[in-house]
């Protein structure tokens, strides 16, 4: 799957978080396995999206391939340079270039710092241009997410979240970057606000030629801004594709359901559409069901399922899937 | 285009820039008790520095014929058949001991003791609580873990008898040798200062503790934030981290914990000293007139009271303070 034009490739990552116990020494006494060997790139100036249901590895992706996390085994390469063996100072220059915009606006900025010293910030550690010419920057991007230059001696409390969101993504454009972690950017914020901020985002990818993972949970505003599209299950990629060709192709039983639940405009289809409700709840990353980790909740389970872990096997061209039996998941799901 | 224009005329153009710290400071500035206790404890510190400009006498001034002058007024607070035995003399105006020594002299001359114990104490405890919970919490893992235990053994050892026996071991070598060498230095310089100096390293060992576990706790806590995030992100490093999102963050509640702890100080200083470990005679402390005053209890109490009552309206002013800033602090008043 390594294309020439990709710009991040994740080959493997996994991150464990560790579980100890004991007062004075500490034991390790297991591991929440919140990615567990996810492998995809992401194409130079594209839009991936990464959906799945709530504590199954998204953020913790993005925050790995970032080395904000440490990852626990696997490689992540920006631009063919490997970030997972880079020294302090190398991983300095790089983050210069990968950039990350939250999900809450409250936490996502400091509450004792102004407007100004937030978006500068980044102008600040870098060294960065001359204290006027950081000024000057700063009112540029204001600018650009469509804020008044004369709020930059504010502090964020003074501020709604939809402000906040694009204050965040500012800080996040100071150093020019190539690539951004949209870490569900809108999740948080009013329906009426998040399509604003979501038009700003596409917009700014058009001027500045980003690329992104965008993370979410909507999936009809992910099949909006993405060009792909990975499905997450418990640590694991299920099904990556083409967005059109997941929604109308879909394979794996998981993003089957999934998208069952996203209402389609066609009302004679909409009126046809079958809803599949899973059952039971998501397993703890910390003991993963064995073979196939669905197995527990997949409506066409088999016993294999419980033993074999299906590969992620590229099943027509650019349309990965994980599941043993994805004609059988066409036939009896849709 | 969707997106929203410049916001030009959103409301917020209108209102001046505020910061949580003016924010905090406006709402306990509203606060009438905190208010108040604020004004006397700023009071109280004028006294204190002022102390020698404010009396006409000195502390240790005895007047033997005086000893224990009350003025006529006085009368009203002595045990009864007092008028038979009291020996009325206005040249003090809040009476005098049994030496002879102007007692408000004295009051205000202890301010200076338990003053200066609140504010050493409290620096002392928040530099050490603050530079040992930080890096204990930033630090996590097993660095935290073995930083903590330490803190639980030392909050386990009853540091208050270590204290004494320390205490009646220095008071014991200085009342024999000037001192040599650095142990006697150290002596010296402690006599110096009136036997200051112990009390403040005794009351900053036992208080730090408190104040690194609220330190590490909140950084605990502020550490996961995003806003953390973000600054790693950016490439920020763990200096800058602690110090511009860290440590501007948690201050509030370590200030607020700092003011409600410094009764406490001043409380521990007067027991020591009324044990007679404290201040050296003649240095005035509140304990150490509470104690001489306790012995003539029952035929002069005004020699009790006017230290205690001086001991008491600190101490409360404190509280009262301590409440303002918490409530001043709290995060769940933010926007109010
Ligand atoms: N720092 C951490 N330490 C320990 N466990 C963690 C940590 N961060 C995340 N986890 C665990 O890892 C799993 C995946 O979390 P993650 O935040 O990546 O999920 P998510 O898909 O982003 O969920 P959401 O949609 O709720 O944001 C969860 O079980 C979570 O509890
Ligand atoms: S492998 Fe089996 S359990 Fe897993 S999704 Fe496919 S059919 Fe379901
Ligand atoms: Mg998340």
């Known amino acids: 799957m390594a294309e020439n034009n990709s710009l991040v490739r994740v080959e493997k990552l996994v991150k464990h978080f560790p579980i100890t116990q004991g007062v004075i020494i500490q034991r390790q006494v297991g591991a929440v396995k919140a990615v567990d060997g996810i492998s995809f ?16 590895g998204k953020s913790t992706t993005g925050r790995t391939i970032l080395q ?37 606006p409250y936490a996502s900025l400091n509450p004792r710092m102004t407007i100004g010293d937030i978006i500068g910030e980044p102008l600040d550690i870098h060294k960065i241009g001359t204290a006027k010419e950081r000024l000057e920057r700063v009112q540029e ?5 469509r804020l008044n230059p004369f709020f930059i001696k504010r502090y964020p409390h003074e501020f709604s979240g939809g402000q906040r969101q694009r204050i965040g993504v500012a800080r996040a454009l100071a150093l020019n970057p190539n690539f951004i972690v949209c870490d569900e950017p ?37 099949r909006h801004i993405s060009d792909r599209i990975a499905v997450m299950y418990l640590g694991k990629l299920v099904e990556l594709a083409d967005k059109d060709e997941l929604f109308y192709n879909k394979m794996h039983p998981y993003a089957i359901a999934l998208l069952s639940a996203v209402p389609i405009p066609d009302p004679v289809k909409e009126r046809q559409r079958k809803r599949i409700i899973l059952e039971g709840d998501v397993p703890s990353p910390a003991k993963p069901p064995s073979g196939c980790r669905f197995h527990t909740r997949c409506p066409i389970a088999q016993d294999i399922c419980k033993v074999e872990d299906p590969p992620f096997e590229e099943k027509t061209p650019g349309h990965w899937v994980a599941c043993h039996f994805t004609k059988k998941a066409q036939e009896e799901m849709l | 285009m969707a997106v929203a224009d410049l916001e030009l ?34 009071l109280m510190v004028l006294v204190a520095v002022f102390a020698k400009q404010l009396t006409p006498y000195t502390y240790a001034e005895q007047d033997l014929i005086a000893n224990n002058a009350i003025p006529k007024w006085m009368l009203f607070i002595m045990p009864e058949g007092a008028e038979n035995y009291a020996n009325f003399s206005d040249k003090f105006p809040l009476a005098a001991d049994h030496l002879g020594r102007d007692l408000l002299t004295r009051t205000i001359f202890g301010a200076r003791v338990s003053l200066t114990i609140a504010f050493a104490g409290s620096l002392v405890s928040l530099l050490i609580g603050i530079v040992y919970g930080m890096i204990s919490g930033y630090a996590g893992g097993r660095v935290d873990n073995l930083m903590m235990r330490v803190v639980d053994f030392l909050w386990a050892f009853p540091f208050l008898i270590v204290v004494i026996l320390l205490q009646t071991y220095f008071k014991a070598i200085a009342s024999r040798s000037g001192g040599e060498g650095m142990g006697g230095a150290f002596i010296n310089l402690n006599n110096q200062m009136g036997g200051l100096l112990f009390l403040f390293i005794a009351i900053g060992l036992i208080n730090w503790l408190g104040m690194a576990r609220i330190a590490r706790g909140q950084v605990l806590s502020y550490k996961q934030m995003e806003f953390v995030e973000a600054a790693h992100a950016l490439g920020a490093n763990d200096t800058r981290i602690m110090f ?40 005035p402390s509140w304990g150490i007139m509470i104690q001489e005053g306790v012995q003539a209890l029952r035929s002069y109490p005004n020699q009790v009271l006017l230290p205690a009552i001086a001991l008491s309206l600190t101490t409360l002013a404190f509280n009262f303070l301590g409440d303002g800033l918490r409530d001043a602090f709290d995060p769940r008043q933010i926007d109010k």
């Open chain 1, 41 to 56: 790139d992401i194409k130079h100036g594209e839009t991936l999206g990464l959906v799945g249901e709530s504590g199954c």
């Open chain 2, 244 to 283: 511009k999102h860290l440590l501007p963050n948690i201050l509030g509640p370590l200030i607020v914990a700092e003011t409600m702890a410094i009764p406490g100080y001043i409380f521990t200083e007067a027991f020591l000293s009324f044990i007679g470990l404290g201040v050296n005679a003649p240095t």
């Open chain 2, 9 to 42: 005329n959103s409301s917020i153009t209108q209102q001046k820039e505020r910061s949580l710290w003016q924010k905090s400071m406006d709402r306990l500035l509203r606060n009438k008790l905190a208010v108040i206790s604020g004004i006397f404890i700023i």
């Open chain 1, 68 to 104: 904000l996390h440490e990852p626990t085994a696997g490689k992540v390469y920006y631009d063919g340079e490997d970030l997972t063996t880079m020294g302090e100072s190398d991983l300095r220059r790089l983050r210069r270039e990968m950039q990350i915009i939250f999900q809450d």
């Open chain 1, 186 to 222: 809108i999740s948080a914020l009013d329906v009426s606000v998040q399509a604003q901020v979501v038009n700003l985002l596409e917009e700014l990818q058009e001027k500045f030629d980003l690329t992104y993972l965008f993370i979410a949970h909507d999936l009809s505003m992910v």
């Open chain 1, 141 to 145: 991007l204001l600018n650009l997410v």
